[in-house]
């Protein structure tokens, strides 16, 4: 791959932090945690359960330590990502749930600002464009392509308090991730051509589904 990473600096090289990425493909986590090694540091992202059952995924899944998510009892999983960023760890969330098929920041959830504003760490926000070439929801798999380009943009940290709205915050958060999504979109140095138009978002006059389309994709 042809990766770029932009803002790298601002991932702190000791105590916690909350990552919030955008998700645009199955293999965003390896790309978002390849954003913290310049700082040395490690990401443990939040994963759905079934993730961690696949016989091949699980065992790598648990091997890196990160951590499941089961939506019947969601705070468990909550839970252990705030005691993992008390403890100074780096905890990696896409607050969207699912892949956006639209290449553009769905409606996002609440949890990544409630765990900043708990365990009082950086809220960090993120994009990544570029994996949804290689494997995303509703494609085949294009895992020995090649040369591919990955943008991967790190926005400066949010702070968030006690006293702070988390419906506010949230908000804030997903102009900033969709702000950086646009610069990774804009600085990306291919563009598809006719045949290909798939993995462009509407707005750029791809083929991708436009968002107004997409309440629950």
């Given at each position: 791959?042809?990766?770029?990473?932009?803002?790298?600096?601002?991932?702190?090289?000791?105590?916690?932090?909350?990552?919030?990425?955008?998700?645009?493909?199955?293999?965003d986590?390896?790309?978002?945690?390849?954003s913290?090694?310049?700082?040395k540091?490690?990401v443990?992202?939040?994963?759905?359960?079934?993730i961690?059952?696949?016989?091949?995924g699980?065992p790598?899944?648990?091997?890196?330590h990160?951590?499941?998510v089961?939506?019947?009892?969601?705070?468990?999983s909550?839970?252990?990502?705030v005691?993992?960023?008390?403890?100074?760890?780096i905890?990696?969330?896409f607050?969207?749930?699912?892949?956006?098929t639209s290449?553009?920041?769905k409606?996002?959830?609440?949890?990544?600002?409630r765990?900043?504003?708990?365990?009082?760490?950086?809220?960090?926000?993120m994009?990544?464009w570029?994996?949804?070439?290689?494997?995303?929801?509703?494609?085949?798999?294009e895992l020995?392509k090649?040369h591919?380009?990955?943008?991967?943009?790190?926005g400066?940290?949010?702070t968030t308090?006690?006293?702070?709205d988390?419906?506010?915050?949230t908000?804030?958060?997903r102009?900033?991730?969709?702000?950086l999504?646009d610069?990774a979109?804009?600085n990306y140095?291919?563009a598809?051509n006719?045949?290909d138009?798939?993995?462009?978002?509407?707005?750029?006059?791809?083929?991708?589904?436009?968002?107004?389309?997409?309440?629950?994709?």
């Amino acid at each position: 791959m042809r990766i770029t990473v932009i803002g790298d600096e601002h991932i702190p090289t000791t105590g916690g932090a909350v990552l919030a990425s955008n998700h645009i493909s199955y293999l965003d986590f390896i790309f978002c945690g390849l954003s913290a090694r310049p700082s040395k540091r490690l990401v443990r992202f939040m994963a759905k359960q079934q993730i961690f059952s696949h016989g091949i995924g699980g065992p790598l899944m648990r091997g890196m330590h990160h951590i499941p998510v089961d939506r019947e009892s969601g705070n468990a999983s909550y839970q252990a990502a705030v005691s993992a960023l008390s403890s100074g760890e780096i905890v990696g969330v896409f607050p969207e749930a699912t892949i956006s098929t639209s290449f553009t920041v769905k409606q996002i959830k609440s949890g990544a600002v409630r765990m900043a504003s708990a365990a009082a760490v950086p809220l960090i926000p993120m994009a990544v464009w570029g994996t949804q070439r290689l494997w995303t929801k509703g494609r085949r798999r294009e895992l020995t392509k090649r040369h591919v380009p990955i943008m991967i943009v790190v926005g400066e940290p949010l702070t968030t308090s006690a006293d702070d709205d988390p419906a506010d915050v949230t908000r804030r958060l997903r102009v900033e991730m969709q702000r950086l999504l646009d610069e990774a979109q804009r600085n990306y140095p291919e563009a598809p051509n006719e045949d290909d138009t798939w993995w462009q978002p509407a707005h750029l006059g791809g083929t991708a589904p436009a968002p107004i389309d997409l309440a629950t994709d």
